[in-house]
């Protein structure tokens, strides 16, 4: 149904933009939606990127010119058949930056706490749990990144043996920000999503993205997909480029949802995320991360991430974190969760929708070809550009 992946309870009010890949042009639409159809409006934005720049974005949307129409069922049905025949969604997102920030929250922390030590072996990680979750469970969760309050905590856990560079990140005054894939390379509603053949432990990660304009405005919110690989961040941090920028390893959508009268930064920081995994072997979980919970304001992660010091033109697309770290064991006891091939992933929020997808060895998905040369071609031959 379409109302499970684009928010049919505020789809009348609220101002959703997003692209669609249309064959018969070989190239990304810029759309909006409009009730039961998708307007594109190309011939006023050629990208998402430039529809973002606007002082008002709304209003520029608003003023566009529909040039054509999709319809929003096909769309979507294609999204997942990948037919070639018809149109289908990418990531609503274009030459946006794709930034990921780590560790806001108290839980997930804590977890990346026992990767490291674990070392990237999930048979060592309930052990390790136990003996970590006392000494600096609870009391964390109430802590103020890079508070007076943070340095103390810090101190009692470098004396208890307890420090790690995740909790550096997770309450001290920097933020964890790092670069989770490259322009063009996120996928969207329908597409499979990437673990590498390799990887043993490893996990979805559904958080909310803001969309970012290069002044550092957050003018709208999605979701996504952060995909991580485990076992090999838990192995060294310096592997986290192989953890996390994979083929097919970012998803991101439906649609970007934009601030408006209707729906705001205060709307993000109360929303709350659903996860449901369902496996082909019969395995279902459901989570819910809250954002009440988050550690670092939404706003405070949009400007550790763009301002004097460092720059994105083209704006960027932020993922603000994720509470969920699953524990429980889906196989042998002591080996925790882990992804298999087949997985259908589900990540939904009522203000925004459900991006869904499915679990695939990353040699196995369609290789990443579509980059910036073949945009600026493909929209140069369309006239949208100049070449």
Not at 229 to 241: C, K, V, Y
Request: charged residues 25%.
């Amino acid at each position: 149904m379409t109302s499970d992946y684009l928010c049919s309870a505020d789809r009348a009010q609220g101002t959703f933009v997003g692209r669609v890949y249309d064959p018969e042009l070989g190239g990304p639409c810029v759309v909006v939606l409009a009730g039961d159809r998708l307007a594109d409006i190309s011939s006023s934005a050629a990208t998402v990127a430039d529809l973002l720049e606007n002082e008002d974005p709304v209003a520029a949307v608003a003023a566009a010119t529909p040039d054509r129409w999709f319809d929003l069922t096909e769309t979507i049905d294609n999204s997942f058949a990948r037919s070639a025949a018809g149109p289908y969604f990418l990531a609503p997102c274009d030459l946006q930056a794709l930034k990921a920030c780590g560790v806001t929250f108290a839980k997930s922390m804590l977890e990346r706490v026992i990767e490291e030590r674990a070392k990237g072996a999930p048979e060592k990680a309930e052990r390790i749990r136990s003996e970590i979750a006392e000494a600096v469970g609870g009391a964390l969760h109430q802590v103020r990144p890079g508070s007076a309050e943070a340095e103390r905590a810090k101190r009692l856990l470098e004396e208890a043996g307890y420090w790690s560079q995740y909790l550096e990140v997770g309450i001290g005054p920097d933020a964890e920000v790092f670069t989770k894939g490259q322009v063009l390379s996120a996928v969207g509603l329908g597409a499979d999503i990437g673990v590498r053949g390799d990887s043993a432990w490893n996990n979805p990660e559904p958080e909310v993205v803001l969309a970012v304009n290069s002044r550092g405005r957050a003018v709208g919110a999605t979701l996504g997909n952060d995909v991580n690989l485990r076992d090999f961040e838990g192995r060294s941090a310096l592997l986290l480029t192989k953890a996390k920028d994979n083929n097919g390893s970012c998803a991101i959508g439906p649609m970007i949802r934009l601030f408006d009268d209707h729906f705001g930064m205060d709307d993000v920081r109360r929303m709350t995320v659903d996860l449901d995994i369902t496996g082909e072997d019969g395995f279902e979980l459901h989570d819910r991360s809250h954002m009440s919970e988050i550690s670092r304001d939404p706003e405070d992660l949009v400007a550790q991430t763009l301002g004097p010091n460092h720059q994105y033109p083209d704006g960027l697309m932020l993922f603000l974190g994720t509470l969920f770290a699953p524990t429980a064991d889906r196989g042998e006891p002591g080996q925790g969760f882990t992804h298999a091939i087949g997985d259908s992933v589900r990540i939904s929020a009522p203000q925004i929708g459900a991006l869904e997808n499915v679990v695939r060895h990353c040699s196995d998905i369609a290789p990443w070809t579509f980059g910036a040369r073949a945009l600026f071609s493909n929209l140069a031959a369309r006239g949208l550009v100049q070449s």
